[in-house]
């Protein structure tokens, strides 16, 4: 499903006089020197961008991808879960872009941006909430090993919870008496099937995405079950994808129209056309005979 038609950065001409008009603000040494975003697209001859179901950024570091997926959410005025850093020169430059929808219809609410920020802040929670877990049960492994040493007699209807507990102590194994007592674990993966399963987690259907880099902390097999996947949520789930990416596996995703932003201009190419895949191919040519050893 498409929903966003084209996207309109600021032109050469709107950037220049902008700039221009405020050297006063520039001299001032409360005022930033880097007027970014600005003076990074027209270098690059991008102006326009179309779009298709699946739209793929891609570039070397420092090419613009994850500059260009941000601008485009803030105009879009998307959800983001991660704080943006944002300079004073951002509502101006905003101002300056447009966009055109689908049959001119709204982007629909549940739209958002997912960054590497919005992974890494994921991971962190997972594991935090995992450690407490553990002092949790810690802490019941001590309650066990004392209740099973303490004497206990009822002496009102009021310690009846108490009673029940040295009971249950006294009838059950240690790990039975503290799995009864605390939430089950969250499963226990590794860093990237955590990020695999919140990409998956965040995409619903009827919307919107922009993902920057979303193969971050993926093992080659975990990516290639996200490029599935989003393949499947394109043509099952009527979602849109804007994706910022330099793995082989996602720029193959079937029908993606790609930008490639270390060309000046900016054009599309053909996901064997970029530098990264041929770079893959290269390598893996120069050691093809030690595959069939």
């Not at 810690?138 to 009846?160: A, P």
């Amino acid at each position: 499903m498409q929903y966003l038609d084209s996207f309109t950065l600021a032109s050469e001409k709107q950037e220049t006089g902008y700039i221009l008009s405020f050297d006063y603000k520039l001299d001032m040494k409360c005022y930033p020197k880097d007027v970014y975003p600005f003076k990074i697209f027209p270098q690059k001859g991008l102006h326009t961008l179309t779009f298709e179901t699946i739209t793929l950024l891609y570039g070397s570091n420092g090419s613009g991808k994850s500059t260009l997926l941000n601008v485009i959410a803030e105009k879009l005025e998307l959800r983001r879960d991660a704080p943006f850093n944002r300079t004073p020169f951002h509502e101006e430059y905003l101002g300056f872009c447009r966009y055109d929808t689908s049959r001119g219809k709204p982007i629909p609410k549940g739209s958002r941006i997912v960054t590497s920020d919005d992974t890494f802040d994921f991971l962190l929670n997972v594991r935090t909430i995992n450690e407490g877990q553990e002092r949790r049960r810690e802490e019941l492994f001590e309650e066990y090993d004392r209740t099973k040493e303490e004497s206990f007699t009822l002496r009102s209807l009021e310690d009846y919870e108490e009673l029940k507990r040295h009971s249950e102590a006294k009838r059950k194994t240690k790990s039975a008496y503290v799995s009864r007592r605390m939430q089950q674990d969250l499963p226990t993966r590794s860093n990237g099937e955590t990020a695999f399963a919140y990409f998956t987690s965040c995409i619903q259907e009827n919307a919107l995405y922009l993902l920057d880099e979303p193969e971050n902390s993926l093992s080659a097999s975990l990516q290639l079950r996200l490029a599935q996947f989003l393949e499947e949520a394109v043509r099952f789930y009527n979602c849109q994808l804007l994706i910022s990416t330099h793995s082989p596996f996602l720029l193959a995703l079937k029908g993606a129209k790609i930008y490639d932003l270390d060309a000046s201009p900016v054009i599309p190419r053909k996901w064997t056309e970029l530098e990264t895949v041929r770079l893959y191919r290269d390598f893996f040519e120069g050691h093809r005979g030690e595959f069939s050893q």
